[in-house]
């Protein structure tokens, strides 16, 4: 079965950065694409950044750009979610997620995501 834990999250002050993780069980990240999304309390979930299976291309959403990155460590199969800058519209709980695909097209369409973890915690408050 399948298996994403996210950790990482956690309280930080406006301009702080933060690193999330996502543990992968039970599959390979050469077969999987990887999203991380985030949902903020009364807000749908939205999508922040993926990764695809082949190639490791990334996509990250506009709103977030110029602040977070994605990327994955092979060894340890996690990807990571770099934060850094954070401001207090970040606050949310942090979900990764899997998709089974092996191609190098990368989606933030949280619909086309088969698995998803519990969820991390993150809080950018002064």
């Known amino acids: 079965q399948v298996q994403l834990v996210e950790s990482g999250g956690g309280s930080v002050q406006p301009g702080e950065s933060l690193t999330l993780s996502c543990a992968a069980s039970?599959?390979?990240?050469?077969?999987?694409?990887i999203g991380w999304f985030r949902q903020a309390p009364g807000k749908a979930r939205e999508g922040v950044a993926c990764i695809s299976g082949a190639e490791s291309r990334t996509f990250v959403a506009d709103s977030v750009k110029d602040r977070f990155a994605i990327s994955r460590d092979y060894a340890k199969n996690t990807v990571n979610l770099q934060m850094n800058s954070l401001k207090p519209e970040d606050t949310a709980v942090y979900y990764c997620?899997?998709?089974?695909?092996?191609?190098?097209?990368?989606?933030?369409?949280?619909?086309?995501?088969?698995?998803w973890g519990q969820g991390t915690q993150v809080t950018v408050s002064s």
């Open positions: 039970h599959l390979s990240l050469d077969y999987y694409a």
């Open positions: 997620a899997a998709r089974v695909y092996s191609g190098t097209y990368a989606t933030l369409d949280k619909f086309k995501y088969d698995y």
